[in-house]
């Protein structure tokens, strides 16, 4: 018997709207202050009437055309009842019967997956459970923020998949501009469908919640597929319901079975009116998809001779893409003042992404790159470049060079100036000079390197470059030192 995985995700983003799906309150998923963004219509009094924000149903198209989707040219609004505290109408606002966009796909790796359908709702207000207070509170702001939501047919076939496609479809969502999706936030969810076929047969599905990141998301059907394999092995029967993940232990748990399941009693939203769309304005839409991730990576590639790894890297953070892209194109600007050939170009290109994605990146220490906390221009980080290509810097002052830019904003060849960095010391009879101060002053790490210990050496060779503010070699530095230790 061939037991499979079949997996079908429902993703919703919340979209980066100015205002909410329904009425004009602000939308905006960083208020802190309880329920400021609210209004008649979001908090569902009676007699208010909805109107569409229009901007949400172009994002939506604009997700739809990206992913290879139609449009359905007549679309509609439906209620979806059912009675809960962050919900004030008593219904949601979403699509049923026609969704703004239907049938299309995402390619992950070398696979296929479909989608069903993209559609727009609203979203629900959030519910915070105080158990100091013993009582439970709402906060309206997020209720009527437009939700989009994604639905894909049955196609993934394992915990790593479902995981590139969610990430792969976050980056397509941030290139769009259409939202944040940030997972930790909550503007991006993800709820799984995971089940286990026998032979092809379908078999009976579970719903998996409380996912707040890719990693969970991986781990949990990980965890759900051995569980529903292990149980059929047993003979036991699989039970269509909803579990929860417990991060902390690690499993998934059962929250409520299909005896309990709504029966949202769907029908058309009668206090909106149906929407068409005409081919121009769908052509127009399409227009407006920018270059999108797999695109732009095939592009950089080819354009500026990346490894996968670097393209992948540029690709995946918009902001260091665009500064990328545009650092090199003032790299090709210098090279061409400089009289650089074309071989060279290529070099200081590649020593321009080296640097900026190992040691320019590694300044941020952990933070999120942009031009707040990136504040080397792209042009002097050009500068850098050439500059590295044309002098022979060793790489602890180009370090040090990187660094003195990021602190002090300055451009690299006034710090080349004031410090001194372009001296560097080559005589060697001075540089045994040093190396004689320094083993010297270092009787004990002398000692532990001649009882063998490796990174002694190293720490001789680091307290050269210290005392000479790294303007020695430190391949020549190492030479040298072995030559006294001797
Ligand atoms: P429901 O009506 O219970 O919401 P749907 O047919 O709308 O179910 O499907 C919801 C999601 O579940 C979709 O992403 C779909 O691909 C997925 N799905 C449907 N059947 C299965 C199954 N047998 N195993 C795993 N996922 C499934
Ligand atoms: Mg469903
Ligand atoms: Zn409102």
Redo the contacts with the bound molecule.
Sequence with gaps: MELKA?????IHAELKTHSKMFCSCKNDFEEKEPNKNVCPVCMGHPGTLPVINEKAVDMVIKTGLALNCSVNETSRFDRKNYFYPDLPKGYQISQYALPLCKEGYMDIRDKRIRI?RVHLEEDTARLIHSEKDDCSLVDFNRAGIPLMEL??????ASGIEARIFAQDLQLIFQYLGVSDADMEKGNMRI???????QDGV??????VKNLNSFRSVEKALNYEILRQVEAIKKKEKIV?ETRGWDDVKGITYSQRSKEE?HDYRYFPEPDLPPMEFSKTHINRLKLEVPELPKEKFLRLKEQYFLSDDKAQILVSDIDLGNYFEAMISEVIHWSGASKIDKEGTRKAIQIAINYLTSDGVGLLKGKDFNKESFPITPENFAEFAIILFEKNFNSKMAKTLLEKMFVTKKDPSEIIEEEGLNETIEDEGEIDKIAQKIIEENKSVVEDYKKGKQNALQFLIGQIMKETKGKIDPKIAGQILQKWLK
């Design positions: 079949v997996i079908g995700l429902e069903r639905v894909t047919e049955p196609d993934i709820e799984p469908n995971v089940s286990i076929s379908m078999g009976t599905k579970v719903e269509q399941a």
